[in-house]
């Protein structure tokens, strides 16, 4: 292992490290392969997932423990693998999912109580959260509740809703476990709500089963290893295809590779090169890694603070801090408090193990969150090169442009001093994004100030904001213009008006928010403003006093720890103990996706002759191609061939419902992300970086039609243009006392499954067949969309789906764009070929749920009851048909919510633009069309100066009236739903105790509301509303079931189990469902609509009853018998143990052109009550509580049922108040992954939630009086974008602004700061609308 430094770079070294307690050595490391893919690719252990690859996700998430010299101990902590490059852990051990338990020899704790606590669904974000948890107990066994969510910070997942994660390990924690009644006032199980009627509903898990946590257990960081690492290292190097990677010994080999290689990165966390590397195609040949350079790593305590090694993590800054503030006196510590403040919010945890303080200030991202402190601050930098060493302040000259420092290019950052405060100065800092927890700033910002002694008089100011230049900046005119000015109201006034001219930003300027960054900056200053104004008033230098109702504004961010109830009707007293439906059952995968065993698309092991394929895509919205140049593809490394439409050998027309769009384009492209065509290499490395190589010349087109307004301007339309209508609509104007008009635009939403679209696709050698291996929601439309590109007849093409990681509509048919062309290319080559798209691609090319704009006209009276709507929807469709029609058919189909409106009517246009096809997303259109209902329902409340709650109860339907569309409405049970909502939140107090809180705050405003949901079961779609299920019993009496849904996590395959298992009257460990396929049930619909357990499962059953005709005689013959005595004698009475059930849903068909039929088999009902707290200053917002009412009929599971319910919900949170997607006027998308576009986090959860399943609902139209409920309670969420409103409508008043005002969804704390307009709002008018190009558009 010792390389000579000089001369001899040539030379590469053995990487070595652990995995699992087994020794790991590479020969030929390469520098550029990331841990995640060295684990999956080479090691095979596939526990471990991709979600996103750049650290966004946590799906990656592994424990690496490390002997650390300059602390002379092992740290073990969690790490992106993803991010990581596998050469920098060498000498480290990596622990991964599959080392700390398994079903086979043993779950480890953490692993079990994630599955039975009901917190796995689709499983993919499972092995992650199971690691970070593990690495957080690996350092603290008995943590707090907030270490669990700290620990969380860096994972999402999309299912779940997160609330059964969190009981799941609350278990671990000093609070864990049930109080017995004894603790808390909110959330406690039996003084809130569970003990519902007087009846305690039993809990969802049983914790008394579970494994105890035994600490002394784990794996040990290995002898041979701790043996290595102590003996002293030399200069390491691994040299790989492109790059080199160089760990020197010292800081003087360091310093000498540096002058040598000045273009050399630096790598320590690699969460900045490893995303430049990534995703701007970046090559850096010489990468030096500085892991064990004691000098990068010092902490230093000076007369003047803190001296930080540039490599220290920020983790370890964090911890080295918060001793500081434990010991000095407190006026010394306010830097460090701002720096733990802005680190609190600083990426995950995952991120904060491994980033350097070195690596942020080295990156100068105009929006680093400590670099604006570390300015203000003062902060001293050493730097050094292998002749001189100096140092520098981080002032305005610090970073002269856009992620550029004064370093030159053989420097080093060597450490930062961190001053302690003087006596006299107040120092803040402040971070604002859409997202609390691991999310990048729009605005950040370090203040300090310094006052003449025992004055109020400005003696030094420092100001410095990030997210306002493309660099972090100091303010320098506003600071000298208020020197030696008194902090009072006029300085304040000063302040703001001239940090509005100083601040400025170009309209055009990218990352947009124009109005809102430049508000922020006054507003934050306002709040330091406040703040020290208050500390001052504490101390007795100031007499005057922070106004009461302005004190708010001073808190820094309180977390709340969240609480949950869950009510749910226990199964009646006498049913069976084998019985299992209506018990909470676990997911039956649930304990292989904690530990990693369940094996999803990309986990099937490679075929020996594999290929890996990548997408060639466009980058013009609206282009003739007019040539496409693959020869330099072809030519690189690892390339087999390039796919395009010519290699099509049956049809390149494509689509679910019309053929309307490419598998791949030939002669045009009409969206950014369009298919061209496909690289297939070696290995997916390979076949991406070719792909980047493959030249497409265009000939732009125009018009451009991005947005809805772009579109109704060029009437771009689909066909047809729907209407539904009831009533005289004319009349119900006349007759109105008031009419009022309004609009609002909803945005898209990406489904951000966890797992991305996948496939393998296998040509089986003969007659043209194919086997595919497909991550979809609709295997059959996979099987002929394929037989058709390949044109060759269906019965050649099998598609088989084990499981997917999430699908949410996303894989119903968009996933066949990915399928297609990757069976194009194995057909072409006769070899197995597999595509996982990166999350950026999926992001791109997929589409996602539909943007909708909708404007109203309603008549009303004085009492708040609607007599007249006219409602007019448009969606944006995109640039193919896809499923539009009938995702605005069901906006139309909801358009009157759960109201009854005499005289209504509804029109529907789908936009036709240069986007991605729009498609199916959990509601399908309904959320957007009940959505604008509830627009104009709030206008009509505030409008009359009504409580909304009975505007909306008034207008409520009843039993037996008619929806638009002529169906009746029986077994309603609304109402049910709406009284226990009510009562449940304590509606009417909580409205009091808000009025209260309102009146004394002005800078913090609560808000609440009630809102209830109607969703139509059925496909719109009729011939849809089938199912076939295949039941085979085997001699040993074990069953193996198939059915045409497919499992996404939604807990499907357990349903049918439990179905399964109670119509054949045996236990469901004899019932296995082992994948869906379409060579088994055919011909099957899409798993979607939320109709799955009611079609497949009316099939099992049916599949079961003929299998129990046919065994009846021998049950009958032999009643004492076993199960496997009658099947034995069955079989060898020659009887067909094997039976085809099927089920179609009776008397459905509707029609537009009559208005008559009916569309739905039944409806599903809930309601919720949200209430919310905002920042009128940062527009940021808290869900402090949601109370969810949901009639699921007689739940099949009232886990997996609550599951939905939350994850539904949390996903509607996300759609209603996170998630924007932001498009370039061009079409091009920014968001491509989870660092710009923010789904719910664990933060994000109501701090109180209660879920109630309706009691006493039995649905006589599915099976087992059961309802569905993967949809439905989506919509909820929107009670949590209506007491946002509610919140802003508060914060206006206090401006003198009453009536009804727009805002569209999502309420992003953009959207909520701009509309509580204020003294700050106004002295930064927006740019008039049409004089600029703005950086993003809404589409
Ligand atoms: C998911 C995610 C979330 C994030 N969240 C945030 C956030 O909330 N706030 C925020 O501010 N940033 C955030 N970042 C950005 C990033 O994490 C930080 O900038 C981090 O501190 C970089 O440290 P690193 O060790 O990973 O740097 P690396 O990627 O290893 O290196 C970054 C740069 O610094 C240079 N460098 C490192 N050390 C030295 C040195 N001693 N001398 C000279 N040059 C050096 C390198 O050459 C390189 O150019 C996030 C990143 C990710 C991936
Ligand atoms: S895959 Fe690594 S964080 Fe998402
Ligand atoms: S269970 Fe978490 S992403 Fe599916």
């Not at 803190?306 to 434990?326: F, M, R, T």
């Not at 708040?864 to 007019?872: R, S």
């Not at 059915?1043 to 004899?1070: D, F, P, W, Y």
Request: aromatic fraction near 8%; proline fraction near 5%; hydrophobic fraction near 35%.
């Amino acid at each position: 292992m010792d390389v000579k430094m000089t001369g001899d770079e040539e030379m590469t070294d053995h990487l070595i490290f652990f995995v699992n307690g087994k020794k790991v050595v590479e020969h030929r490391a390469d520098p550029e392969m990331t841990l995640l893919t060295y684990l999956r690719r080479k090691l095979g252990l596939v526990g471990t997932k991709l979600g996103c690859a750049e650290g966004g996700c946590g799906a990656c998430t592994v424990m690496v423990s490390k002997y650390t010299p300059h602390l002379h101990k092992v740290l073990h902590y969690s790490v992106n693998a993803c991010l990581a490059p596998v050469c920098s852990v060498h000498m480290s051990h990596v622990t991964t999912v599959e080392g700390i338990g398994s079903t086979a020899r043993k779950l480890h704790p953490v692993q079990e109580r994630i599955a039975l606590a009901h917190g796995s669904q689709c499983g993919f974000c499972t092995p992650g959260i199971v690691m970070s948890m593990y690495a957080l107990l690996r350092n603290n066994p008995t943590p707090k509740m907030a270490d669990i969510e700290e620990a969380f910070q860096g994972n999402l997942c999309r299912c779940t809703g997160y609330r059964p994660i969190l009981e799941g390990y609350k278990t671990f924690t000093q609070e864990g476990g049930c109080c017995g009644g004894k603790g808390r006032e909110n959330g406690c199980c039996m003084t809130n709500g569970n003990a519902a009627d007087g009846e305690l509903t039993p809990p969802l898990f049983n914790q008394s089963q579970f494994i105890p946590l035994d600490p002394t257990q784990e794996v040990i960081f290995p002898p041979e290893l701790m043996s290595m690492v102590k003996r002293p290292c030399g200069t390491v190097s691994f040299r790989g295809e492109r790059a080199m990677w160089i760990q020197p010994g010292s800081l003087q080999d360091l310093l000498k590779l540096k002058a040598k290689h000045p273009d050399a990165k630096l790598v320590v966390g690699n969460t900045e090169v490893g995303i430049e590397v990534k995703f701007k195609n970046l090559l850096y040949p010489v990468i030096l890694s500085p892991s064990y350079i004691p000098e990068l790593h010092t902490i230093l305590h000076t007369e003047e603070g803190v001296v930080i090694g540039s490599s220290l993590s920020l983790s370890q800054l964090g911890e080295v801090l918060k001793q500081e503030v434990k010991l000095r006196p407190t006026y010394q510590t306010e830097v460090f408090r701002a720096v733990l403040e802005q680190l609190r919010w600083f990426a995950g945890l995952q991120i904060r193990n491994v980033a350097c303080v070195g690596g942020n200030i080295m990156t100068a991202s105009p929006i680093s969150d400590l670099n604006p402190v570390f300015m203000a601050a003062g902060c001293k930098v050493t730097l050094m090169d292998t002749g001189s060493r100096r140092t520098v302040t981080m002032d305005n000259s610090f970073f002269p442009s856009y992620r550029k420092t004064v370093l030159k290019p053989q420097e080093l950052l060597i450490n930062i001093l961190i001053p302690y405060s003087s006596k006299g100065e107040y120092f803040r800092a402040y971070k604002v994004s859409p997202r609390r927890e691991d999310d990048i700033s729009i605005v950040t910002s370090g203040m300090s100030v310094t006052f003449s002694e025992g004055t109020a008089v400005v003696k030094d100011l420092r100001l410095s904001y990030g997210g306002m230049a493309p660099t972090t900046r100091m303010v320098t005119k506003t600071t000298s213009r208020l020197l030696g000015r008194r902090w009072g109201e006029e300085l304040l006034q000063e302040a703001c008006s001239s940090l509005a001219e100083e601040m400025a930003l170009d309209p055009s300027v990218p990352g947009g928010m124009v109005t809102y960054r430049r508000t922020l900056t006054l507003s934050l200053f306002y709040k330091f403003y406040l703040s020290v104004l208050h500390t001052l008033a504490e101390q007795g230098v100031i007499v005057e006093q922070v106004r009461a109702d302005c004190l708010t504004a001073t808190e820094i961010y309180h977390h709340t720890p969240p609480s949950s109830v869950q009510v749910y009707q226990a199964v009646p007293e006498g049913q069976r103990k084998e019985d299992v439906v209506g018990r909470p059952m676990m997911h039956l995968s649930a304990l292989k996706q904690a530990t990693g065993e369940a094996v999803y698309c990309d986990d099937i092991p490679l075929y020996e002759n594999e290929l890996h394929l990548a997408l060639v895509t466009s980058t013009k919205a609206n282009a003739n191609i007019l040539s496409i140049d693959s020869s330099v593809a072809e030519r690189m490394p690892g390339v087999v061939t390039c796919v395009f439409a010519s290699d099509i050998p049956g049809c390149n027309m494509t689509g679910p419902t019309v053929y309307d769009e490419t598998v791949m384009a030939d002669k045009q492209v009409t969206c950014v992300g369009h298919i061209i065509g496909a690289v297939v290499a070696d290995t997916q490395t390979h076949a991406q970086r070719a792909a980047k190589a493959v030249r497409i010349t265009y000939q732009e087109k125009s018009p451009v039609v991005v947005t809805i307004q772009d579109a109704i301007a060029a009437q771009s339309f689909y066909q047809p243009i729907r209407t539904l209508q009831r009533g005289d609509l004319e009349a119900g104007f006349n007759q109105a006392d008031h009419i009022l008009e309004g609009d609002i635009h909803i945005g898209g939403q990406e489904h951000f499954y966890l797992e991305t679209n996948v496939t393998v696709a296998v040509p089986r050698g003969e007659d043209g067949e194919m086997e595919m291996f497909v991550s979809t929601q609709a295997a059959t439309k996979t099987q002929v969309l394929v037989s058709k590109a390949l044109g060759v007849p269906a019965n050649r093409v099998v598609v088989r789906v084990k499981r997917m990681g999430g699908g949410f509509g996303g894989k119903e048919s968009r996933s066949t764009l990915l399928s297609t062309v990757v069976a194009v290319a194995a057909n072409k080559l006769k070899r197995p070929v597999r595509c996982m798209l990166d999350r950026d691609e999926d992001m791109l090319i997929t589409g996602g749920r539909h943007p909708f704009y909708g404007n109203y006209k309603v008549g009303y009276m004085d009492s708040g009851k609607v007599v007249a709507l006219d409602v007019t929807y448009y969606n944006n469709a995109g640039n193919s048909m896809d499923l539009s029609l009938s995702i605005m058919e069901r906006a139309l189909f909801h358009m009157e919510n759960s109201y009854s409106i005499p005289n209504i009517r509804g029109r529907g246009f789908m936009c036709k633009t240069n986007l991605p096809s729009n498609t199916a997303f959990r509601g399908f259109g309904g959320p957007q069309g009940m959505m604008v209902c509830e627009s104009w329902m709030t206008d009509v409340a505030t409008s009359l100066r009504k409580p909304a709650e009975e505007v909306r109860r008034i207008n409520l339907y009843s039993e037996g009236q008619k929806t638009p569309f002529n169906q009746v409405l029986d077994q309603l049970t609304l109402d049910r739903c709406w009284d226990e909502c009510l009562s449940r939140s304590k509606y009417h107090q909580r409205r009091e105790e808000i009025l209260k809180y309102n009146s004394q705050n002005r800078w913090t405003k609560r808000g609440l509301s009630i809102i209830p949901t109607k969703f139509g079961i059925s496909f719109t779609a009729v011939f849809l509303n089938q199912a076939g299920a295949l039941a085979h019993i085997y001699t040993d009496g074990s069953v193996l079931l198939t059915h045409g849904g497919t499992e996404m996590g939604q807990g499907l395959h357990t349903k049918m189990i439990q179905v399964a298992s109670r119509a054949l009257g045996i236990s469901t460990n004899r019932i296995h469902i082992s994948e869906t396929s379409t060579s088994t049930v055919p011909n099957t619909s899409p798993t979607a609509a939320s109709a799955s357990s009611d079609l497949n499962g009316a099939a099992v059953h049916n599949a079961c009853d003929i299998l129990n005709r046919r065994l009846e005689p021998y049950k009958t013959k032999n009643p004492k018998g076993s199960w496997e005595d009658w099947v034995k004698a069955a079989y060898f009475d020659r009887v067909n143990l094997s039976a085809n059930g099927f089920f179609k849903t009776p008397d459905l068909g509707y029609n537009f052109e009559t208005n008559s039929g009916r569309p739905f088999n039944y409806f599903s009902y809930g309601v919720a009550c949200s209430e919310v707290e905002i920042d009128c200053l940062t527009g940021m917002n808290k869900n402090l509580h949601t109370t969810i009412v949901m009639d699921v009929g007689n739940s099949l599971n009232p886990a997996i049922d609550i599951g939905q319910v939350e994850g539904a919900f949390m996903q509607g949170v996300g759609l209603f108040t996170l998630e924007e997607l932001r498009y370039s006027p061009l079409g091009v998308l920014f968001t491509r992954g989870p660092g710009m576009y923010k789904i719910p986090a664990f933060g994000d959860i109501p701090s109180e939630l209660t879920v109630s399943l309706l009691r006493d609902a039995p649905n006589a139209k599915a099976v087992f009086s059961s309802k569905a409920v993967g949809e439905p309670p989506l919509f909820l969420a929107a009670s949590v974008f209506y007491a946002v409103k509610d919140a802003v409508l508060a914060a206006r008043e206090d401006s003198g602004l009453t009536g009804p005002f727009r805002m569209d969804s999502p309420a992003t704390p953009e959207r909520i700061r701009n509309a509580c307009v204020d003294r700050f709002t106004k002295l930064c008018p927006p740019a008039e609308a049409g004089s600029y190009t703005p950086w993003a558009v809404q589409v």
